[in-house]
Structures are given as C-alpha cells and as structure tokens.
T-cell receptor
C-alpha cells in the first residue's frame, strides 16, 4: 500500500519563528489533506490540497503531486500552533480510506 | 467547530464489556468514517458508510461493528473489550465520497 512519511518527527521553535513540515508519499494521489491535532486531541482541518498552493493566514501548503510531496509552512509561529501535524492521502486511487503519516510534533515555546 | 458531533467524549469501562459510540455528521454530509488512534498504531481507518450503506472497510476487528441510520448518524459498537482497545475513536464526515474530511472531537475510551 501507499507509504506516507513526514519529517521532521519533532520540531521545537521559539514563538515568532518560521517552519516547514514535509510529507512524502510513495504513489500518485488525487488528494491530500493536512490536519492539526491540538494538545486536547482535536483533529482540525488545515488544507485539502491535491496540488498547487493554498494559504490561510499564517499557514500555507504546497503539493507537488508529480514529485510526490507536500509542504506545510507555518510563519510567525505562536504557542497555539503546538500539537501534531498530520498529512493524509488516499490508500489508492480514489479510495475513501485515508492513510495518515505518523505526524510532526511541533512545540512552540513562548 | 467542525460540525461533526461525537458522544460520549470520555468513557471508562472494564474488559469484556460492550460500548456504543455515536456520531452525527455535518449537515448535508452523506459519508461517515470511523478512525481509531492509539499510541502504537497511529490513526487507523476502521470503516466508512455512505448514505446508509457500508462503503469501505479497514482494519476493523470482528468484535467491532458499525452502522449508519436513515438520519445519517452512525454508531460504532465495540464488544468483548480488551485492554488494547483503549484509544481515541474519531468519527469524520464528508460530502463527497473520498472528499475533504472533517473530524469530530473524538471519544476517548479507556478499558480497565
């Protein structure tokens, strides 16, 4: 099945710093989602981004489907950005089943 | 607020027992998904329903079952519970099949 690898596994930043999280996947996909799991366990949608670039405030994401990777950029990080960031792709083709990476744990210190 | 409602938020029970987790999807969404998140396995897809019909199945144990009702809410039944079933169970919904997923807050199950 499709493999999803996220890097780095852990990231510690000072408030105000910028960061880039990476998601590599082993096969062609027709959609990709980024999620943020906050310290209380909630999974929050960030982006639905099968290709191209999207921006939402301080966050932006870029997916290069032909090269099988996606990047999540966080600028001017805040303590509320702490948590685990997951990317997820369909198991195969237009599968409804999403396969999640193991996540990047981000800690933003004040 | 994603619009997906899950109950209960927390549940503590004993081995061998049976529990039911409930999910109401976002208004208008026809697809409901169940995921399990445990420390060692990460986020695992269990099962998906679309408009009342089972659509896709993942690594769901035979002791677990689910259904989606005519009003589109869904229930996940977990029986003969074991310690290893302790996990966070998420429900998600989407409008399109394989569309953008929106997750509920999860039901944290602890089996003692």
């Amino acid at each position: 099945g499709i493999q999803v690898e996220q890097s780095p596994p852990d990231l510690i930043l000072q408030e105000g710093a910028n960061s880039t999280l990476r998601c590599n996947f082993s096969d062609s996909v027709n959609n990709l989602q980024w999620f943020h799991q906050n310290p209380w366990g909630q999974l929050i949608n960030l982006f639905y981004i099968p290709s191209g670039t999207k921006q939402n405030g301080r966050l932006s994401a870029t997916t290069v489907a032909t090269e099988r990777y996606s990047l999540l950029y966080i600028s001017s990080s805040q303590t509320t950005d702490s948590g685990v960031y997951f990317c997820a792709v369909p198991a195969q083709g237009g599968s409804e089943k999403l396969v999640f990476g193991k996540g990047t744990k981000l800690t933003v210190n004040p | 607020d994603s619009g997906v409602t899950q109950t209960p938020k927390h549940l503590i029970t004993a081995t061998g027992q049976r529990v039911t987790l409930r999910c109401s999807p976002r208004s208008g969404d026809l697809s409901v998904y169940w995921y399990q998140q445990s420390l060692d396995q990460g986020l695992q897809f269990l099962i998906q329903y679309y408009n009342g019909e089972e659509r896709a199945k993942g690594n769901i144990l035979e002791r677990f079952s689910a259904q989606q009702f005519p009003d589109l809410h869904s229930e996940l039944n977990l029986s003969s519970l074991e310690l290893g079933d302790s996990a966070l169970y998420f429900c998600a919904s989407s409008y399109f099949v394989a569309g953008e997923l929106f997750f509920g807050e999860g039901s944290r199950l602890t089996v003692l």
